[in-house]
């Protein structure tokens, strides 16, 4: 089992930045691809992808709304994945979730993420 933990949420006015985190514990966090995935309040659609990183932190894939404005990259040694969202837009609130999966190539379907983490809210102002 892998447990994912994100913390780094919170209130940010529009144009601001965040830098998001996840933590995973138990097996190694190196065998997986990690995501980036949201879901803004209420709506009831699949949680929407954002970006993607692979095992070695040599490649990232980004949805085309957040292209130029967020990043992803990885600390193997400390089970840590990070999102720095910069430029933040009202239409980023939204809970992100990140989430693992042993598939190493880009594009990742969500049936193939293993382990998901509960998620932190960010939410920008306008």
């Known amino acids: 089992q892998v447990q994912l933990v994100e913390s780094g949420g919170g209130l940010v006015p529009a144009g601001g930045s965040l830098r998001l985190s996840c933590v995973a514990s138990g097996r190694t966090f190196s065998s997986y691809a990690m995501c980036w995935f949201c879901q803004a309040p209420g709506d009831e659609r699949e949680r929407e992808f954002v970006?993607?990183?692979?095992?070695?932190?040599?490649?990232?894939y980004f949805a085309d709304s957040v292209k130029e404005r967020f990043t992803i990259s990885r600390d193997n040694a400390k089970n840590t994945v990070y999102l720095q969202m910069n430029n933040l837009k009202p239409e980023d609130t939204a809970v992100y979730y990140c989430?693992?999966?042993?598939?190493?190539?880009?594009?990742?379907?969500?049936?193939?993420?293993?382990?998901w983490g509960q998620g932190t809210q960010v939410t920008v102002s306008s």
């Open positions: 970006g993607a990183i692979v095992r070695s932190g040599g490649g990232t």
């Open positions: 989430a693992a999966t042993t598939n190493n190539r880009y594009p990742m379907s969500r049936a193939e993420f293993d382990f």
